[in-house]
């Protein structure tokens, strides 16, 4: 069957052909921030189209949650909606005056993030992490492979890709044992895919994975900023803190589940079976690539599909305790790392806590990122009809 045309322009490569439709809230020029959803190189507000009704009134705002809350019927309805305009006649007029350049609007953090969590997925990761600060033990800890590990985060300081990052500053380890205070030595990036949930779930009452459709709307590029040093003093016995929640930066575009239906595979193969609130018909994951620059290089190719734990155990384990689900929680994979060197997704694995620094391009060389460094990660997902949906990018420069 041939696809539909599209009559909005869609150029070669863009990441936003019609089959992907994305949501993001955007300002156009000197205008308040709405919804909208990107085609082509263009932004189309959704709080114009339905001006005058509640659904336009929940679009009409500074985030996505009001929206997301309404859940996966109105989800397909507004998604079948859009296909229909933007390969119809009816209302064209009315489309093509709320099309707005991409390159003219600002893009703002798509939705108001309520809890944050982030896992520990990917078992190359995993391993790799490992390995470098327990050489002589067993990579992967007994835990692992029968439950994700993850840990709270900080949602108040998830921004929106663009937005610089502040070097922190924090207590580490110095030369003779005792602490210091000062920036980061060891400032990384981690590369992961975040999910976002809509629609919220009842205190007490766990998700099991075959809900995951009912209550995650879509999918998200995530820099995990993490200063290792810092990290490194703070983390025993309670885990994750002050080294890893200074910024953590999303794309500006929540790429919707039905429109990477094309992407799923199933994960690797789990093996001790997990217990029963984590077994999964058949566990899927997504056929996502990423890819790293630092500047202009490329440093890592990371493939999400290797992930070890799907995104509806990750959700199932969540909340199982009976924590409940609301509307703009972000829960990321953690950083994604394939088998392969070039595929690692941060820079303590690619230059082995530091120990083998990557030349760039311009001669220099990084065992962590330096002032002025800019990291960009991109995602792909195969689509329907052949074509590429694209997550458009998250990126982040660092100041000190
Ligand atoms: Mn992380």
């Not at 069957?1 to 949501?23: E, I, K, R």
């Not at 993001?24 to 339905?50: E, H, M």
């Not at 009842?202 to 820099?223: I, T």
Request: net charge negative; with cysteine; glycine share 12%.
């Amino acid at each position: 069957m041939t696809a539909a045309h599209c009559w909005v322009p869609v150029p070669d490569g863009s990441p936003f052909p019609l089959q992907n439709l994305p949501y993001g809230v955007f300002s156009p020029p000197g205008g308040a921030p709405r919804v909208g959803t990107a085609i082509g190189d263009q932004v189309l507000d959704l709080s114009a189209i339905w001006a005058g009704t509640p659904l336009g009134a929940d679009l009409a705002g500074g985030s996505l949650n009001r929206f997301l809350r309404r859940g996966p019927r109105e989800w397909a309805y507004v998604r079948g909606r859009l296909t229909e305009l933007l390969t119809g006649t009816e209302q064209r007029r009315l489309v093509e005056a709320n099309l707005y350049p991409l390159d003219r609007v600002r893009l703002h953090l798509p939705f108001e993030v309520a809890d944050y969590v982030d896992f520990y997925a990917s078992e190359a990761h995993a391993t790799n992490l490992g390995r470098i600060f327990r050489p002589d033990g067993e990579p992967l800890l007994p835990n692992w492979r029968h439950l994700p590990v993850g840990y709270h985060g900080r949602a108040g300081t998830v921004v929106v890709s663009g937005t610089r990052v502040r070097r922190p500053a924090g207590q580490r380890r110095g030369p003779d044992g005792a602490p210091v205070f000062g920036p980061t030595r060891q400032l990384d990036i981690e590369a992961e895919v975040g999910f976002v949930v809509g629609v919220p779930s009842a205190p007490g009452e766990p998700v099991p994975v075959g809900a995951f459709s009912d209550h995650v709307f879509g999918a998200v590029l995530v820099n995990d900023w993490s200063a290792r040093d810092i990290q490194a003093w703070e983390y025993q016995p309670l885990g994750p803190f002050l080294g890893k929640s200074f910024a953590t930066s999303v794309s500006p575009w929540v790429v919707p589940l039905a429109a990477l239906e094309h992407a799923r595979i199933a994960v690797p193969p789990q093996d001790p079976a997990p217990l029963p609130h984590l077994a999964e018909q058949q566990p899927w994951g997504l056929d996502l690539a990423l890819e790293v620059r630092l500047g202009d290089a490329v440093v890592s190719r990371p493939p999400y599909r290797e992930t070890y734990w799907s995104p509806a155990q990750l959700l199932a384990h969540l909340t199982s305790g009976g924590a409940a689900l609301r509307t703009g929680d972000l829960y990321a994979s953690g950083t994604v790392s394939g088998r392969l060197p070039d595929q690692r997704g941060s820079l303590i694995e690619l230059t082995w806590n530091g120990r083998d620094p990557l030349r760039l391009p311009d001669g220099s060389s990084r065992a962590f990122l330096a002032d002025g460094d800019t990291v960009t990660i991109t995602g792909w997902a195969p689509g329907a009809d052949g074509v590429r949906i694209g997550f458009g990018e998250v990126t982040g420069t660092v100041v000190g």
